[in-house]
């Protein structure tokens, strides 16, 4: 069994430290492992950000692709920026330049914190990169033209509002959040969730649970959190849940009289069948994992639960997946895109994500169930039952 310790540690195989030469920010790119031809994982932009902190990253990146049964590398980069600040493109792209290389040969790119895909290709343009994910035609031994061709599947529309693209990571989070209703023998239709974010990852998440008939009992963004003893009508606008914004605005909240507005940290007492935490890593620590009233937790950002919080939630019966699990939709769509012979439309890549995901999951918990160990033990074990090898997409 691999060590929650290898799971949590170990030095990466790459580290490019960048020092910007105009206005001097640091940016790392971080390659956990080198025995694979491709790695993958996203570049955010946050102030403060630090080397170590994308260590950790990448190698919760490594642990999505071997759950996923993929011989891909797991990576991530970033500068220590502040993204509101007007410079920001130009930051980037200066950054993006750096890498450039490695974005062309062995670097599969995506957004992340602060980033989004369409900033991020319109830089790779500026800097005459065909695409941020152009590594993957080298790896898996496609002609540029056709895995260009086929890379636009991520922007068919696959539900109201929603490309592939947009929709491919909180798909694979509401998929885990309703298998692990249904091992609770939960039907959706009766069940009531609580969602901590509001940014895509978040209003994909509540989309598809929402299709689903789940109730969604209160969400929490950056200044607070919005409960309902009902269904929130506000998140039933589409609108609402595909604009930009990442804040529920006030004069929609002001309109339903069902509504109550709290602080941030109300979401995590929210009493609901399950919370999903879609937003920033280590929300739950050993400070507030006592006061989890869900009876299960959902963490599809990166590495939202602490190691030790995970045991607590498990010891007090409260069914944590592990993030590097319930997060690792969008890497299975990858999957699902770019493995078959012919070029799949958006909804078999969905299709092929969501067959995946619900079928990892009920074996972790059955894994957890029969060894009497937390999810995140089983997650391991699981893990260690898969062969990595071949073309990193394959099926």
């Known amino acids: 069994m691999t060590s929650i310790d290898n799971y949590s540690g170990g030095s990466p195989a ?15 790119l971080v390659i956990d492992d080198l025995r694979y031809p491709l790695a993958a994982g996203g ?75 369409a900033e991020l290709e319109l830089i790779a343009k500026d800097l005459n990169i065909d695409s941020v994910k152009m590594a993957i035609a080298e790896a898996q031994g496609m002609e540029l033209p056709h895995f260009l061709s086929r890379y636009k599947v991520l922007a068919h529309s696959v539900m109201a509002g929603w490309s592939l693209g947009q929709i491919r ?39 598809v649970l929402q299709a689903h008939g789940v109730t969604i009992r209160a969400v929490a963004e950056a200044e607070k959190c919005v409960c309902t003893s009902k269904k929130c009508k506000i998140l039933q606008d589409n609108s609402l849940l595909c604009c930009p914004n990442n804040l529920i605005p006030i004069p929609e909240i002001d309109n339903q009289n069902d509504i109550v507005v709290q602080s941030r940290e109300a979401i995590y ?23 989890i009233k869900a009876g299960a937790v959902v963490p599809g950002a990166n590495l939202a639960v602490s190691a030790d919080a995970e045991e607590l939630l498990y010891q007090r019966h409260v069914t944590c997946l592990p993030s590097f699990m319930a997060g690792c939709g969008g890497s299975l769509a990858m999957n699902g895109l770019f493995a078959p012979a012919s070029t799949p439309s958006a909804q078999e890549v969905l299709d092929f994500e969501g067959h995946a995901m619900s079928g990892m999951i009920r074996e972790t918990l059955r894994i957890s169930a029969e060894e009497g160990i937390s999810p995140s033990k089983a997650a391991l074990l699981y893990c260690d039952s898969l062969e990595r090898s071949g073309k990193p997409y394959k099926i």
């Open 169 to 207: 990571a909180g798909y694979g989070v509401a998929v885990a959040a309703l298998t692990v209703l249904k091992g609770m023998n939960i039907e959706p239709g009766q069940a009531t969730a609580a969602i901590q974010g509001f940014g895509t990852l978040a209003k994909a998440t509540i989309a």
């Open 14 to 28: 790459l580290i490019i430290e960048y020092i910007d030469q105009l206005e001097g920010f640091q940016g790392w």
């Open 43 to 117: 570049m955010r932009v946050q102030p403060g950000l630090s080397q170590a902190h994308l260590i950790k990253m990448a190698q919760n990146m490594t642990m999505k692709m071997r759950v996923c049964g993929l011989p891909i590398a797991g990576a991530k980069c970033g500068i220590d920026y502040d993204p509101t600040a007007p410079g920001k493109k130009a930051a980037m792209t200066r950054f993006m330049a750096a890498i450039k290389p490695y974005i062309k040969h062995c670097y599969s790119m995506g957004p992340d914190l602060n980033t989004s895909m």
């Open 269 to 291: 007492s929210t009493d609901c069948d399950i919370l999903i935490l879609a937003a920033i890593e280590n929300v739950i620590t050993t400070d507030n994992a006592d006061i």
